[in-house]
Each structure stands twice: as C-alpha cells, then as structure tokens.
T-cell receptor, first 112, second 114 residues
C-alpha cells in the first residue's frame, strides 16, 4: 500500500558529507513531516511542511534543512553529517491537521 | 523537555492475558491522542485514537482510556496475542495546532510470550 515511500532505506556516510533523504507520496496529502527515532527519545519532529514551499522547524531541526518543491516530494538534507545524526528517519503524511499520520518505512542512516 | 512520557520501556505478558501500556503527558493543552504500533524495520502504524471529549474508546481488542485530570492515558490489549509483540508509541497534539504536529513518547516494547 505504498502511498508513501522513503529512499534510500539504508545509508552509511562519512562525517562532514552532505546527505539527502527523500520522501515521496502518492496520496496528494498537504501535510508532510520528518521525524527521527532514537532509543529513549521516541520520535522527535525535525521539520514539517504544510504545502509546497511552506515548511517550518520542529524541535530538533539544528543541522537539517528541508525542501518541498512539489506536493509529492519532501526532501531532508543534512548539510554536513555528524555522528549524532546517526538515527532512523521517518517521513509521515497527513490529509489534514490533527488527522493522524501515515508513516513511511524509514531510512536507517549511519554516520561514521 | 519531553511532554509525553512512557515510563515503562518494556512489558512482557503471557498470551491471552491483558497488556496495559501507560502514557503520561504534561501539556494540559493536549486534547487529541493516538497510539501507534511499530514492528522492526517498518514504520509505525496507527492503532487507535481518543479525543479529550471522551474517556474511553474501543476498537476490537484495543481500548484506550483517558484521565484528563491526571494527564494520563492507557492502552489495554485483551487478549494479548503473539502478533502484538511490537513497540507501542503514544502521541499527543493540540487540536488548535494548525499544522497537526504530534509529540511522541519514547515507546514501550511489548513481548507476548506463549
């Protein structure tokens, strides 16, 4: 039921390199979100979007940027990856505010 | 500071028994709550929701209870089945939040033993 797909599923990168994660949806949902999952912290919001070119910061946005040039794509960029950004990243979509999310399968990122 | 807390990182329960997962929140403005279930290497999937106008919501084997005065909610799974072994996250939001942002707890790993 791949209404939302994330790519890549796994990535290993070196400290200091830029990394871009992609979230693609086929549901035409307005809202898109990037979360990271870390042990003991659960899911924490990095950035979110409420429309094309409309984005804002979440609680853990330092070191990350996002872009949304089309309804279906939401990109998360680590400008210069650090080991603290080793995590599992989840994209989520929602048809309306406070409607609940549909999550992608996640991207496991390791920064060495 | 985490506004949604799941203080039990893990729970082990026998098949057929009740699983009770707890979640506490600190923000009194939260008025909409969700539970998600997550299997390894998959994204979280929606399980059940409750809004602050209710104190209970049922869906099959899953029931969520909300105690607004205590800022506490719980998820009951009856009877527990091996397929329920997963990580469970509770999440909370304010309905007035125009962007639909949810705060998540740290999760509880449930293991259902035969």
């Amino acid at each position: 039921d791949a209404g939302i797909t994330q790519s890549p599923r796994h990535k290993v990168t070196e400290t200091g390199t830029p990394v871009t994660l992609r979230c693609h949806q086929t549901e035409n949902h307005r809202y898109m979100y990037w979360y990271r999952q870390d042990p003991g912290h659960g899911l924490r919001l990095i950035h979110y979007s409420y429309g094309v070119k409309d984005t804002d910061k979440g609680e853990v946005s330092d070191g990350y940027s996002v872009s949304r040039s089309k309804t279906e794509d939401f990109l998360l960029t680590l400008e210069s990856a650090t080991s603290s950004q080793t995590s599992v990243y989840f994209c989520a979509i929602s048809a309306a505010a406070n409607y609940g999310y549909t999550f992608g399968s996640g991207t496991r990122l390791t920064v060495v | 500071d985490q506004q949604v807390k799941q203080n039990s990182p893990s729970l082990s329960v026998q098949e057929g028994r009740i699983s009770i997962l707890n979640c506490d929140y600190t923000n009194s403005m939260f008025d909409y709550f969700l539970w998600y279930k997550k299997y390894p290497a998959e994204g979280p999937t929606f399980l059940i929701s409750i809004s602050s106008i209710k104190d209970k919501n049922e869906d099959g084997r899953f029931t969520v209870f909300l105690n607004k005065s205590a800022k506490h909610l719980s998820l009951h799974i009856v009877p527990s089945q091996p397929g329920d072994s997963a990580v469970y996250f509770c999440a909370a939001s304010e309905r007035t939040d125009s962007w639909g942002k949810f705060q998540f707890g740290a999760g509880t790993q449930v293991v259902v033993t035969p």
